[in-house]
């Protein structure tokens, strides 16, 4: 039922989420005003979260943010239904960007009791501040959710922490003529560059032309964002040509129409010549043209003049000032024409002086650069840092009873990851202690994030498998030998992988390989035994005196009655010349479950022992003697 408890908290999941965007480093009265959204709801008895994603943070910009979440009173969850969600409480968040801050609107609690009233089922956050690096962060958040309802367990209260990561942008750099973002990055970034420079004059065009710096070029006459890729390390210095165009009247071609130029003395019934056209131009250019004589289709291809407005009228005019009387020009009429930008355009216009007719033309309209602007500006790429090689103290197998120590290369700032993805809020050294679990054996994964401080680049080690083995009974290493009766050396720790006894600490190869060893030379002897994962531990110490004596220890110096029996017997020691010191009752296992010391009168020792409340099996007496240790089975019914 506790895994189940585990299960059904979990799975509110999209509740917490809510809490994540604290992207804080401290929590306080510091972003007040937080505003919440009535209409955040679900469609169903689950929590959520309204934007339910947060936008991006930039670095060194302004962040404020506010969020809202929707915490029903009832919640389906883990196959049960309408459940009790009755408190929900921030209990703290770690590894948020500096700078920002956060409070909620049930500050200096934070604390939430939904209920049926829901005015009581949304909270909000509202998260300010200023980031100061640019990054993705690991958010730690903690919570405490209480949930009432559960069939058989009634209420629970468990702590939760959830890891949701947080992208802080590059800040962006730029100069008067265009910005760009972000201005650095690491190992491969695609930037953002916005041209700023615009003209309101409508005769004036812009244009801006890319050098990105990185053998990428681009033209536009549009004011776009336009994105460039650095794929390498390295510095770049990308620059902008601002070009400022201005509308210019290229050309003019005409075609006279009528006879309104005819009658004067040289042109009395327009057979003497044709005629000679000039025109002006006046609103958005002041321009007088050449004489084009002596035709009825002239052209002036190279006008070439800049406009200082798009309103333009034209005048036509047939020249007669030279001729021998001085007649007067004729008047050819004039129209107006608003010009939109480059292009061809036309016109007509009505004579004003008599025999009807008049011009009709075309112009062109194409610009000319006025002036430029050369702006550059700097993106620097970092190195990411190499892929950390994580090794393991002793080995990436260990025993339990074992530091198994992670560790990864010095000189830059750690995150360690469990299970791949989980960041560990207390793991920031370049070393990671990994934890001994209750269970052997067992396996876990990690990984290993290092970040340059200097760039805040980052590089994640592969997935690192650590294991840790069932070591021995910590019980072995105090009481783990023992000598028999009968002299031999033995031990209850039976069915290992292999078995070294030693003398004076050297080992006694081949013959003190076995579980049991009968000592040739007296001296202090231990055991060193191996289970089927290689760990290994040493006994404590016999020190054996009796080599080379007629007097043996023997099991018959102890005598049990009534054996078998139900935990209520008699212990009777008759050790001769052997005085007895101690008396343990052990498991088959080696656990010690009795043990007394004794006072001994000529030798013998007598002491009814109860334990009525150990398992039935078969347990093992001991009594130490001060040259050796005897056993006996006894049988507990």
């Not at 009395?268 to 084009?292: E, K, P, Q, R």
């Not at 190195?383 to 090794?391: A, I, K, Q, S």
Request: charged share 10%.
């Amino acid at each position: 039922m506790k895994i189940r408890n585990f299960t059904l908290i979990s799975s509110l999941t999209a509740l917490y989420t809510f809490i994540t965007i604290g992207f804080v480093n401290a929590q306080g009265n510091q972003c007040p005003g937080c505003s919440i959204d009535m209409n955040c709801t679900s469609p169903t008895n689950f929590p959520s979260l309204c934007p339910a994603t947060m936008p991006n943070g930039t670095q060194l910009q302004p962040y404020d943010q506010n969020v809202t979440f929707f915490m029903p009173d009832k919640v389906d969850a883990s196959g049960f239904s309408n459940l009790d969600l009755t408190q929900v409480t921030i209990t703290g968040l770690a590894g948020m960007p500096l700078g920002l801050n956060w409070t909620s609107n049930a500050y200096p609690s934070n604390s939430y009791n939904p209920t049926s009233n829901v005015n009581t089922q949304r909270g909000c956050v509202k998260i300010c501040g200023t980031p100061l690096a640019a990054g993705t962060y690991n958010v730690i958040v903690n919570v405490m959710v209480t949930v009432c309802d559960i069939p058989i367990v009634g209420c629970s209260t468990l702590a939760q922490s959830f890891t949701l990561p947080l992208t802080i942008d590059g800040a962006g750099g730029g100069n008067a003529f265009f910005t760009y973002a972000p201005a650095a990055g690491c190992d491969s970034i695609g930037v953002n560059f916005h041209p700023t420079y615009t003209s309101n004059d409508p005769v004036q065009l812009v244009a801006y032309q890319w050098d990105f710096g990185n053998g990428q070029s681009y033209f536009s006459a549009n004011h776009d964002t336009i994105t460039s890729s650095y794929t390498q390390p390295g510095q770049y210095y990308p620059t902008l040509y601002t070009k400022i165009y201005n509308l210019r009247l290229k050309s003019l071609a005409a075609t006279i129409t009528g006879g309104w130029w005819c009658g004067d003395i040289e042109e009395l019934n327009c057979g003497n010549g044709n005629a000679d056209l000039f025109f002006t131009v006046s609103g958005g250019l002041g321009y007088t043209s050449s004489v084009i004589g002596n035709t009825m289709t002239p052209s002036w291809p190279n006008v070439n003049q800049p406009l200082s407005g798009t309103n333009l009228t034209f005048n036509f005019t047939e020249d007669d000032n030279g001729a021998p009387f001085g007649s007067q020009d004729d008047n050819g009429g004039a129209t107006f024409i608003n010009v939109t930008g480059i292009g061809s355009y036309s016109g007509t216009t009505t004579a004003v002086s008599s025999g009807g007719g008049g011009v009709n033309f075309s112009f062109v309209i194409d610009t000319v650069l006025a002036s430029q602007f050369i702006t550059t500006d700097t993106v620097d790429v970092y190195n990411l840092p190499p892929v950390p090689v994580v090794t393991a103290s002793p080995a990436f197998t260990a025993c339990a009873g074992q530091n198994l120590t992670l560790h990864g290369p010095g000189g830059y700032v750690y995150e360690w990851y469990e299970n791949d993805t989980t960041l560990i809020p207390t793991a920031v050294d370049s070393f990671f202690v990994v934890p001994v679990p209750g269970n052997f054996p067992w396996t876990g994964h990690y990984r290993l994030v290092i970040k340059n401080p200097a760039t805040n680049c980052a590089a994640s080690s592969a997935s690192i498998a650590v294991t840790y083995n069932e070591s021995l009974p910590p019980q072995f290493a105090t009481g783990g030998a023992y000598q028999m009766g009968n002299g031999q050396l033995s031990t209850l720790y039976a069915g290992y992988t292999s078995y070294q006894w030693l003398l004076n600490g050297t080992p006694i190869i081949p013959a003190g390989q076995t579980q049991n060893y009968m000592p040739t030379v007296n001296g202090s002897y231990s055991l060193i035994i191996t289970n089927q994962y290689g760990c290994t531990d040493t006994s404590n110490v016999v020190n054996v005196f009796n080599v080379g004596n007629e007097e043996v220890l023997n099991e018959n110096m102890i005598a049990v009655f009534p054996n078998p029996n139900d935990g209520h017997f008699t212990v009777n020691i008759k050790g001769g010349d052997h005085t007895p010191t101690r008396f343990s009752l052990v498991n088959m296992v080696g656990e010690t479950i009795y043990s007394e010391n004794i006072q001994a009168t000529a030798n013998t020792w007598n002491k009814y022992v109860s334990v009525e409340s150990l398992a039935p099996g078969i347990y093992i007496a001991l009594v130490d003697f001060e040259k050796g240790t005897v056993k006996k089975k006894i049988i507990i019914k």
